[in-house]
C-alpha cells in the first residue's frame, strides 16, 4: 500500500501554494506538494518533512484539520493500493507572496478559491477544494475528515 501525503499551504490572501507536477510522463500542471511517508513515518511526520522541501524555515502555522483519502478495496487490476492524507497550513508571512520558495527551485504558482475544484482530479482527492473551503470559513470541524468515498 502507498501512504501519501499532500500539504496545503494557504497565505494570508486565501491563495494556494501549487508546485510543477514532477511525475515522470505527466503533462505540464501545478499541483499540491506531496511525498510518499516512509516506512517508520506517520503521516504528520512525513507531511512536515514535505512541508520543509517546499516552504524551508519560512514560518507557519498547522491547521487542526486533516482531509484523508482511505485506501479502497478492491484495488482496480494494475493499481496498487493508495491512502492519502491533506495537511493544511498556513504561511505567516506579510507582503507579497514570493514567486518563489526558499527551499524549492522550480516556481511555485499561488490559486485563488476559484481554482480549487481542478486539483481535485489532479491529486484524485474528491473534495479537497470543499475541504480548504471549509477550514478557511471554519465550517469544518478540528480533526480527521474523509474525503470523498
Known sequence: MRRVVFVAVLSSERTLALVPDESPGCPARWVLPAGS???AETYREAAMR???DVVGAMPTRGGAVEGC???QVPVPVG???REAHVF????MVAGGLPKRLPERREPVRWAGP???PELCARCDLPDV???LTGYLEGWIPDGRITLGP
Open 129 to 131: 477544494d470543499v475541504l
Open 88 to 91: 493544511i497550513f498556513r504561511l
Open 37 to 39: 511517508a516512509r516506512a
Open 50 to 52: 514535505v512541508l520543509r
Open 114 to 116: 476559484d481554482q480549487w
Open 79 to 81: 493499481q496498487s493500493r
Open 69 to 71: 483519502r482511505w485506501a
